[in-house]
């Protein structure tokens, strides 16, 4: 691609730009945002009824075999949780697991169909623990699940839906558990034992008590955080009851026995993705009108900007939105020669572009592209190594913007939860919480973040950037690392099992 080329699509694509400088003053802004949502907001912050109390030592003591349920905004997958004693090498064993896809047509009917959709697969696999280990017909099993969008929780083991997003047409309002139990139902037969839901989480806490439970961290560290991108976007802390609005709590939080509440943290579910966030991200000019368009067609305009900027359901589609502007708008080709899934809303998927860069295991880009977007015979348009280049700096500045908003907002939650110091504060020893503490560890998990371009590697640039530039000139070495925390949801819903069995309610 020769140097002029080159400096065309940079500046084109200048609307997407966000560097080192930018990312540190938004991750300030994200902070007082944060800070104001969890106070303010219904919809953003929601408190899981899962207290600090039960989730640093969640699991510890408890073995033996729990059913848990994990649906995404992908796929459902439903099998048993092992948990294994501690002089074990192993934390946990996940057995008789199977995954489904929840295709589109399943995403756009009634809550009656889908979870009964759902229940059969439940069933399928309760069958298969009952031939493996004779499970008893007449005791009742404990199941957790995870449930990778908004609810509102009264109690850990109930939970009210919000609106979906992620494609699926359910309303709000609806009884979680009681969906669950009638899916299944409609599908037990008598050989089969009837389920108690005993635990209910969003993805992003069920990543957080996974994390907690199974990562060995040393004196100088914590695992302090739930991070989720994959198809949505999404984190889970834990934040003081007190920073809350009062109409938010929980009607009955999980503790431990002779532990006092007002002594602990509970789990927040951020939905850090849901327009109360845009505000930082529209006050440094971020939002481009790729991203309107985008927003636009969504099916709830407006409902998940943060999403529509870093999540592996849209990064292609507004891949897509800018490649075909480029080409027909500074390029001058004509749109009738292009491909007409160019045209269409997802036709370029984040997966096509995740490993598509010079020097790919798929190989060479334009032949990749061409593969890809066949042209019709009709045209005399061809594809070129400027076309496939542009496109591959397109899904590079992409990732790089999604990769700084993520930091930003992982920075800004780690503030807002008193880990790290405000930054108008005199840095003490250790953290912002006074102990010793020095690094703070993210569980990350999602596709997303995995595989998209140089996600993770970016994303953990930044956050090293802003640390370094926030604490080590105030003479402090505080760092902010992201591990791998790979099938939380499944993991995390039945870690949950018997914590909540063995839990009081405060």
């Known amino acids: 691609m020769s140097h002029s080329a080159v400096t065309t699509i940079s500046q084109f694509l200048e609307p997407l730009a966000l560097d080192n400088a930018v990312a540190r003053k938004l991750s300030r802004e994200f902070y007082s945002n944060f800070k104001y949502l969890s106070a303010e907001s219904l919809n953003q912050f ?6 600090m109390s039960i989730l640093r030592p969640v699991g510890r003591q408890n073995t033996g075999r729990f059913l848990a349920m994990d649906i995404g905004g992908s796929n459902l997958r439903v099998g048993f949780v092992e948990l294994l004693s501690e002089d074990q090498d192993r934390r946990l064993n996940r057995l008789l697991e199977q995954s489904w896809p929840i295709l589109d047509h399943l995403k756009h009917e009634n809550s009656e169909h889908l979870f009964g959709w ?24 404990p199941m957790g699940v995870t ?15 919000m609106a979906m997003g992620k494609g699926f047409a359910i309303t709000s309002d609806l009884d979680l558990g009681g969906h669950l139990l009638k899916g299944y139902e409609q599908h037990r037969t008598a050989d089969l034992p009837p389920i108690r839901i005993t635990a209910i989480t969003n993805d992003a806490v069920a990543t ?14 914590k695992a302090a955080m739930g991070l989720i991108v994959g ?25 431990q026995q002779d532990q006092d509440l007002l002594d602990v943290g509970i789990a927040v579910n951020t939905e850090w993705s849901i327009n109360g966030s845009a505000a930082p991200l529209r006050m440094l000019g971020l939002i481009s009108r790729w991203d309107e368009e985008l927003d636009k067609a969504c099916e709830a305009p407006g409902f ?33 020669d292009l491909p007409q899934r160019l045209h269409q809303r997802f036709g370029l998927s984040t997966t096509f572009l995740s490993h598509f860069y010079p020097d790919s295991h798929k190989g060479d880009i334009l032949e990749q592209l061409q593969k890809e977007f066949e042209l019709s015979p009709d045209t005399t348009f061809t594809w070129t190594s400027d076309h496939a280049y542009t496109l591959y700096h397109i899904a590079k500045a992409i990732q790089t913007r999604a990769a700084g908003i993520v930091a930003a907002a992982t920075i800004g939650l780690l503030r807002c939860a008193d880990e790290i110091p405000d930054p108008s504060e005199t840095v003490q020893d250790g953290v912002a919480n006074g102990d010793s503490v020095k690094e703070l560890v993210v569980g990350y998990t ?4 995995q595989q ?10 930044f956050l090293d950037f802003i640390t370094q530039e926030e604490f080590a000139a105030r003479g402090r070495k505080i760092r902010v690392t992201l591990e791998p925390c790979h099938d939380g949801g499944i993991t995390g819903a039945g870690i949950l099992v018997p914590a909540a069995l063995a839990s009081t309610q405060a």
């Open 147 to 161: 449930f990778s969008f908004p609810m509102k929780q009264t109690s850990l083991s109930e939970a009210t839906l």
């Open 118 to 141: 759902v229940g059969e697969h439940i069933a399928q696999v309760v069958r298969k623990g009952c031939e493996t280990w004779g499970l008893s017909s007449e005791e009742e099993l």
């Open 452 to 461: 998209f371009q140089d996600y993770l590697k970016d994303t953990q640039a």
């Open 46 to 51: 929601l408190p899981t009824p899962i207290s």
């Open 208 to 221: 957080l008590v996974s994390f907690v439970s199974q990562y060995p961290a040393a004196p100088n560290q």
């Open 304 to 336: 998940q900007p943060l999403e529509y900027m870093t999540a592996g359901r849209y990064l292609g589609e507004l891949a897509r939105l800018i490649f075909v502007d480029f080409l027909t708008t500074v390029q001058g080709v004509s749109p009738e």
């Open 231 to 255: 198809t949505g976007c999404n984190a889970t802390i834990p934040l003081k009851l007190s920073s809350l609005h009062q109409n938010k709590f929980p009607d009955l939080i999980s503790v």
């Open 446 to 449: 999602g596709g997303c973040i």
